[in-house]
């Protein structure tokens, strides 16, 4: 089956520690990317990457980073200085060129910092 | 003003009846449209992209593109139950990769 997988579920961690988010797609896509969602609001935009060992901020970028070695890998680290890190963690993938461009989203990632 | 609106809700219809799902966006370069639904708790499900003026259908859902009036909606025929979610907008700039989404609308389909 084709599709994206990310990995825990639900995590938990106590303020200060850094934390890894997994995401693999076996879709073939080229361009990853990382949301966050809170309560009653909209996907916003962590990072993306359009190619491996290429990636771009986005709106939300401080206090995260992310690494792409692999086109099916896309890990986001959330640090200790990201200030309000408990969120719904999600990770697309989509084609970057020569296709219709929609975003696929793996199961999400939900995050509690205490 | 937003990039991308959408009236949050809840937008209540009957079982059977037409749900109309509206959404405006600011970037007159926006090439891209695209409608996710997203049940509680769950990530978002794509359920129809459409990127020319006028109307696409697929199933019980049509969605229809108004450049000129910068506007996009989303129309589900014969509203079951399980449509109850929702539903996230979602905007892209022609040349870029970046997609925008909208907070979206929360649709209860009442049996």
């Known amino acids: 089956d084709g599709g994206i997988t990310q990995s825990p579920k639900y995590l938990f961690r106590k303020e200060g520690q850094n934390v890894t988010l997994s995401c693999e797609q076996n879709l073939n896509h080229d361009a990853m990317y990382w949301y966050r969602q809170d309560p009653g609001q909209g996907l916003r935009l962590i990072y993306y990457s359009q190619i491996v060992n290429d990636f771009q901020k986005g709106d939300i970028a401080e206090g995260y980073s992310v690494s792409r070695e692999k086109k099916e890998s896309f890990p986001l680290t959330v640090t200790s200085a990201q200030k309000n890190p408990t969120a719904f963690y999600l990770c697309?993938?989509?084609?970057?060129?020569?296709?219709?461009?929609?975003?696929?989203f793996g199961p999400g990632t939900r995050l509690t910092v205490t | 003003q937003k990039e991308v609106e959408q009236n949050s809700g809840p937008l209540s219809v009957p079982e059977g009846a037409i749900a109309s799902l509206n959404c405006t966006y600011s970037d007159r370069g926006s090439q891209s449209f695209f409608w996710y639904r997203q049940y509680s708790g769950k990530s978002p499900e794509l359920i129809m992209f459409i990127y020319s003026n006028g109307d696409k259908e697929d199933g019980r859902f049509t969605a229809q593109l108004n450049k000129a009036s910068q506007y996009v909606s989303l129309l589900i025929r014969d509203s079951q139950p399980s449509d109850s979610a929702t539903y996230l907008c979602a905007v892209k700039r022609g040349g870029y990769q970046k997609v925008t989404f909208g907070t979206g609308t929360k649709l209860q389909v009442i049996p």
């Open positions: 697309a993938s989509s084609m970057a060129q020569g296709g219709t461009y929609e975003q696929y």
